[in-house]
Each structure stands twice: as C-alpha cells, then as structure tokens.
C-alpha cells in the first residue's frame, strides 16, 4: 500500500503514519443512522514532534492559543459536520491543512507610532465635549 502525503506546501509534506485518525459516532441530530454509524472523525497529529515539519512553523503553530492543541503538543481536530466518514474525513483534513497553513504565514512586526498632534487634539477637544455634556445632567445643574 502507498503512503498518502498532506502537502502543506511545495515543501512541506506530511506523511499520512504522522496523522491518527479515530472514527466514532457523531453528537447531534441523524435519526437512527447517528447512533449505529461511526461517521465523526477524530484527527490527531503530533505538532510537538512532527520531523515533517520544520522548526519555525512547528513554533507558530504551537504558539497560537487554540483549545484544540493539548499540553503535549499535538492537534487534535474534531469532524462531525457531515454524515459521512470519508466526507468528515476530508474536512478534518482540509482544516488541519489550514491550521498548519497560518503557520507558514509570518506576522509583520509591529511598528510603533505617535498619534499625531492633530489627532490628540481631536481627543481632548471630545472628551472636553463628553464632560460638559455629563455636566449638563446632573441635577445640581438644575438646582
């Protein structure tokens, strides 16, 4: 049998022993089917210490705070949304392939500016505004 590979990217490939997958039966609505089918899929991949992945995007990914990430390290991905198991199978898939993804993604640094002095004016002239109405409701204002 050939080994299936998740292609993250045009170099980075995951092959399909990395991934656990676990089929059990689906919560929810599906009448009869839903309690004799085991069409949930439950994808599990070791983010922490995948050889596939390289060591900048294994940090991104394990740096996002993502309930679906255990302490230990490995991502694991819940697929319901279909009544099938080879359709749930693909959506766990294809969201796990997003997740790593964003991990590709490098997040521009963030530069620091200085409001502008036009812009603080605006600010104190509203808050200016802002107290004086406040003022203006106060009952000793009517007194």
Do not use: Y
């Not at 170099?11 to 656990?20: A, G, K, Q």
């Not at 959506?91 to 603080?120: C, K, M, N």
Request: charged share 30%.
């Amino acid at each position: 049998m050939s080994v299936g590979f998740l292609s993250v990217s045009p170099t980075i490939r995951i092959p399909d022993d990395e991934l656990v997958e676990r089929f059990v039966r689906a919560s929810g609505a599906g009448g009869q089917n839903v309690n004799k089918v085991s069409s949930a899929v439950e994808l599990r991949f070791d983010v922490a210490h995948s050889p596939s992945l390289p060591e900048a995007v294994r940090e991104r990914v394990l740096a996002r705070r993502d309930r679906r990430l255990t302490a230990e390290g490995v991502l694991v991905i819940d697929a319901q949304r279909f009544r099938t198991q080879e359709r749930n199978r693909v959506d766990a898939r294809e969201r796990l392939l997003g997740i790593l993804q964003q991990g590709l993604q490098v997040q521009a640094p963030r530069i620091a500016t200085r409001p502008t002095r036009a812009s603080q004016r605006r600010r104190v002239d509203d808050k200016r505004s802002r107290a004086q109405l406040k003022r203006g409701r106060s009952s000793s204002h009517w007194d």
